[in-house]
Structures are given as structure tokens and as C-alpha cells.
């Protein structure tokens, strides 16, 4: 028994070794690329053209097709270095349009009522108000079925020597009841202000001559909606093929990118008048198998005395799609040209010191095995850029001199240690059933048979 629970161990010892060591080969890899000042693992380089004189502190620059194509999806792989192999610190923004609202933390330092202007007072001090300020407060005052008036005034020291009004003047907080369901009117928006002191006044309801109501609580917030930015770019359309469509006869084409990118709207340029016909995207790449899109969204416009067909769908990856319309009885339609809208993908990042980086810069990509830099400037970005970032250009992608292919992993390198792992456990089980077997043999022999004579 001693042996086999040797054995039994001796197996979870070799696979729990054997796991890390292909894991921690990966890793390491990673960790010397990083290190590498030659970028030896990355396939592809561009020079950055940078703007001339700008005194803008940050650049962005756009993600072409052509980088896109070269890259992982996630661009993961770019490296932005300078001619002695120095990175470039960046952060990654997907120019989608968001909204985003961070609630900031204050300290309420006086609050009451205030009979002589006959409405209730309270004043706010903001821990800390990072750029670019605050832009929305949320007032919540005592009752039910009232129109009180509202101040709020910001000012940069606690005395309020010289306050600005945030709001307009006749600017409301309103909650009524409209068929049994209240209709509250709290919230308010104003540009962009970074005063540290607030104070909020609500003046009792005029038309009711309401006793001066209670504040009972003030929110404030940033409100940011980061504007999404969209490219164009033109696609090939493929000739018209006739395939089954969703209940019946129907059309295909084939719609070629210029290289791997994401894409979320093809429009079409059709000399066919407008028509409702079932639609169908699909992502069609070579040598993969295709994908429906889902929720996809089709619309007719007119521009120009041309017929207009947009084609919405969730964001996609792809270097080519396909489009399946079901004609029925009905003619095909006529497509003309077609072209693709892509949500554009910009690296942010700071203008350099001549005396820490040397021009050239230049974008690497292509490479398989690198992990995400994460760097942190990310985190310290602000949602909104007030100057916009300066644009930065890059020129044609070719290739890099140094480049060497990334060493295989371990189980590539040897394909056959799989097989002899497996081959010994097996050899081990078999000992191990061997030895049971033997053991059970020599516990019936061991035991005297039984006298049955009478």
C-alpha cells in the first residue's frame, strides 16, 4: 500500500510541475519582450509624424485600417518607442459617445432656515474636485406637491466674497402628483465649474405660502458624455449571387474591407426602389466559418435623388462580411457601391521630453504573444480633453528589419513530451492495477478452503 500511494503521488507531483512550467515559459517571454529595446518580436513599425510647435501637452493618434489589420483585436500589441527603444507611455480610448457621472464627496458645514429671505440654506465644501470640475447638483427638499424657487453659488473660498450663480434665476424644484404617480423635478445641470464652495438656498412656495421647507439632502456631480468620433471607409462589393434566402429566393453579396477592422454600419448607394425584404449580415471572413449578426437594423433614405440603405449592426471584427437579402418573387436588389463606418480607436499619450526620448517615435505592432502594457496614465487621463490632443500621423507600415519570430512554447517545441507524459501515466496506472491485482491474487490464496466433506 505504501508503494501505491507513492506512486498515486509521484503522478499529482509530475502534472502539478508540468502546468506552471508551460505557463511560466509564456510569462517570461512576455516579461523579455517588454525589456527588449530592439522590439526583436514585433513584425511590423511605422514613424510617427508629429505635429510641429503644438503646445498642446497630449497627442492622439488615430488607428488606421492598415495598423488595425496588423494588430490583435484588442491592440493589445502596439508599442509606441523612440530610436533607442524606449516606451512611450499611451492610453487606448475607443471613441464610442458615453455618458459617465461621478458623484463627488462634500462636507456640509451650515445649513438652516433663513427667515428674512424666507428660504432654507445650506453650504457645501467639496473634498476634492479633480479637473475638469463639477456640473450637476441634485436637491432634495421636505413635502410633497410644491414649485420652490432655487439658488446654488460657487465661489473658491469658504466666505463667498465673490460668488457666481450656477444656475439661471428662476430655476425650480418641483414634485407633483400626476394620475397617482410623482413627477419630480430635482436635478440640475451647468457648465463645467471647479469652485470648491457651494451653497444651495430653496425658497418656500410662493403660490401656497408654505412654511420655509427643509433641504435634506444635496448630491453633486460630474456629468461627462465623451462625444463618440465614426470613419468612413470605403469597401468592396462583390457581384451579385444567387443563393437561398430566409423563406425563398434570394441575393448575396460579398463586402471586402481593406484590411481586418471593426465595423458596425455598411451603407449602400441602390438604383432599386425602396422595398422591405428580410436582411441578413454576416461575418465572412476566408477560411472561417460564417457568422450571423445579430440585431441587425436596416433603414431607406434619400440623398441626392439616390436611394440610401443603412445596415446597423453591433459592433463587429472583420475583414469581410456578407449580405443576404430574400427577394421572393421580387427582382434583386441593385447595389452600386457600399462603404463601412467604424468607431475610430485613438492612443493617447503625452508630449515627449527631448531629454528622455529621441526622434524618431515609432508605432510597432504584431506581435502574438505580448500581453497588455496597462500603463497608468490611463487612469489618469481626464474623460473629456480640454484642449483637444494635438493629431499625430503615421506613415506606411513595413516591416522591421530586427524582427525574429517569437520562440515557440514549450508544448510547440516539443510536441511529443505531451505523449510521453501520457504514456508514462499510463505505465504507471497499469503498474498500479498490476500490483492490485497481484495483491488480490495472493489474498485468496491465503485463505484455506473450507472442508465440505461429511
Not at 502546468?19 to 517570461?28: F, L, N, S, V, Y
Amino acid at each position: 500500500m505504501n508503494r501505491l500511494r507513492d506512486n498515486i503521488w509521484a503522478i499529482l507531483v509530475a502534472m502539478l510541475v508540468a502546468a506552471p512550467a508551460c505557463g511560466q515559459d509564456d510569462a517570461d517571454q512576455a516579461g523579455q519582450d517588454e525589456r527588449d529595446p530592439l522590439l526583436i518580436h514585433w513584425r511590423w513599425m511605422t514613424d510617427l509624424r508629429l505635429p510641429a510647435d503644438s503646445k498642446n501637452p497630449l497627442l492622439a493618434l488615430p488607428i488606421a485600417p492598415a495598423i488595425f489589420g496588423k494588430s490583435q483585436d484588442d491592440l493589445r500589441d502596439i508599442r509606441l518607442a523612440d530610436a533607442k527603444g524606449n516606451r512611450v507611455p499611451y492610453a487606448l480610448r475607443v471613441m464610442r459617445t458615453e455618458s459617465k457621472q461621478t458623484e463627488l464627496a462634500a462636507r456640509q458645514y451650515d445649513a438652516g432656515p433663513k427667515p428674512k429671505s424666507h428660504c432654507y440654506e445650506v453650504s457645501l465644501e467639496l473634498t476634492d474636485v479633480p479637473p475638469p470640475g463639477h456640473n450637476e447638483i441634485e436637491i432634495h427638499t421636505s413635502g410633497r406637491d410644491f414649485r420652490r424657487r432655487v439658488e446654488v453659488l460657487g465661489s473658491d473660498n469658504k466666505a463667498f466674497d465673490d460668488p457666481q450663480m450656477l444656475v439661471p434665476p428662476k430655476t425650480y424644484v418641483a414634485l407633483f402628483d400626476i394620475e397617482g404617480k410623482p413627477v419630480e423635478l430635482d436635478r440640475f445641470h451647468y457648465d463645467l465649474k471647479q469652485f470648491r464652495f457651494l451653497r444651495v438656498r430653496v425658497f418656500a412656495d410662493a403660490g401656497t405660502q408654505e412654511e420655509i421647507p427643509k433641504i435634506t439632502s444635496v448630491i453633486v456631480r460630474r456629468s461627462v458624455a465623451t462625444p463618440g468620433e465614426f470613419a468612413i471607409e470605403p469597401a468592396m462589393l462583390g457581384p451579385l449571387e444567387q443563393v437561398r434566402g430566409d423563406g425563398g429566393p434570394g441575393s448575396a453579396w460579398m463586402i471586402d474591407f481593406p484590411a481586418r477592422m471593426p465595423c458596425e454600419k455598411l451603407t449602400f448607394d441602390v438604383d432599386s426602389p425602396p422595398s422591405g425584404r428580410p436582411i441578413r449580415v454576416q461575418i465572412a471572413d476566408p477560411m472561417a466559418p460564417r457568422q450571423d449578426i445579430g440585431r441587425t437594423e436596416w433603414r431607406w433614405r434619400e440623398e441626392g435623388g439616390r436611394q440610401i440603405l443603412d445596415i446597423s449592426f453591433p459592433e463587429v471584427i472583420a475583414q469581410r462580411l456578407r449580405l443576404v437579402v430574400t427577394d421572393f418573387a421580387n427582382e434583386p436588389l441593385q447595389l452600386r457601391s457600399v462603404s463601412a463606418t467604424r468607431c475610430v480607436r485613438k492612443l493617447i499619450f503625452p508630449k515627449f521630453d527631448p531629454g528622455k526620448f529621441s526622434e524618431p517615435i515609432r508605432l510597432y505592432t504584431g506581435n502574438t504573444t505580448v500581453n497588455p502594457p496597462n500603463y497608468v496614465l490611463a487612469q489618469k487621463l481626464p474623460p473629456i480633453f480640454h484642449p483637444v490632443p494635438a493629431a499625430v500621423e503615421s506613415g506606411e507600415l513595413t516591416a522591421n528589419p530586427m524582427y525574429q519570430p517569437p520562440p515557440l512554447k514549450l508544448n510547440e517545441r516539443m510536441p511529443w513530451l505531451v505523449y510521453v507524459v501520457l504514456g508514462l501515466a499510463c505505465a504507471v496506472l497499469l503498474a498500479i492495477l498490476g500490483g492490485l491485482a497481484r495483491q488480490a491474487i495472493r489474498r485468496h490464496d491465503a485463505v484455506e478452503p473450507r472442508n465440505t466433506s461429511l
